[in-house]
């Protein structure tokens, strides 16, 4: 079956521009998970979703991003007034369920967004 | 979270076993040991996960410490499509608010054909 599956796969913005980016998930999985990953690091979870409810929002670097999941199937994250920094690799992933010992989670092919 | 101690890079010969350590002398009760690997240029992916017996499925095996204070990824026969990052994670999975993963560093398996 198909896979999580994220829009774009590459993004190049100009600093100081908002850019969203979006994540479909496996279908049928409750759960979905935003993380990022840049140049040479480890991943760094931002976000997760619950059906369409966030409880955890522990990750998000600051108020300039955000996300939302309005039917708690695909996912939009946006970040506002791009700075470099926030240049990296974002992934999507998704689980049947969330948590718990069989809540395995599916990784997307991610976005590579460039800020210059 | 518990804390996972991995080896930076690990190499290996093409069709040899492979044992990737994890250290996590931490460890509570209720926490699985969960790997996923990360092809590059791709998103991980799950390898497997365990709470105290060994469990074996079609990519790998993972031996568990009886303490659980350490666990070992065993791929029996490694390909050149093995070379990865890979992440040993714990996870508190009895509880709620304990859903995201928290990798680490990992290790950088290198597969010398």
């Known amino acids: 079956g198909a896979g999580v599956s994220q829009s774009p796969s590459n993004k190049v913005t100009e600093k100081g521009k908002d850019v969203e980016l979006r994540c479909d998930p496996i279908?049928?999985?409750?759960?979905l998970y935003w993380y990022r990953q840049s140049l040479g690091q480890g991943l760094e979870f931002l976000i997760y979703?619950?059906?369409?409810?966030?409880?955890?929002k522990s990750g998000l670097p600051s108020d300039r991003f955000s996300a939302e999941r309005p039917k708690g199937s695909f996912s939009t994250l946006e970040i506002q007034r791009t700075e470099q920094g926030d240049s990296a690799m974002y992934l999507c992933?998704?689980?049947?369920?969330?948590?718990?010992?069989?809540?395995?989670?599916?990784f997307g092919p991610g976005t590579r967004l460039t800020v210059t | 979270d518990a804390k996972t101690t991995q080896p930076n890079s690990m190499e290996s010969n093409e069709e040899e076993p492979v044992h990737l350590p994890c250290n996590h002398s931490?460890?509570?009760?209720?926490?699985?040991i969960h790997w996923y690997r990360q092809l590059p240029s791709q998103g991980p992916e799950y390898v497997i996960h365990?709470?105290?017996s060994n469990v074996n499925n079609r990519m790998a095996s993972l031996a568990i410490a009886e303490d659980r204070k350490s666990s070992t990824l065993i791929l029996h026969r490694a390909t050149l499509r093995d070379a990865a990052v890979y992440y040993c994670?714990?996870?508190?999975?009895?509880?709620?608010?304990?859903?995201?993963?928290?990798f680490g560093t990992g290790t950088r398996l290198t597969i010398i054909p």
């Open positions: 994670i714990l996870r508190d999975d009895f509880n709620f608010g304990n859903e995201k993963l928290t």
């Open positions: 279908s049928g999985h409750t759960a």
């Open positions: 931490t460890i509570s009760g209720t926490d699985y």
């Open positions: 992933a998704s689980s049947l369920i969330a948590g718990g010992p069989t809540g395995e989670q599916y």
């Open positions: 979703f619950q059906g369409n409810s966030a409880p955890d």
């Open positions: 365990g709470l105290t």
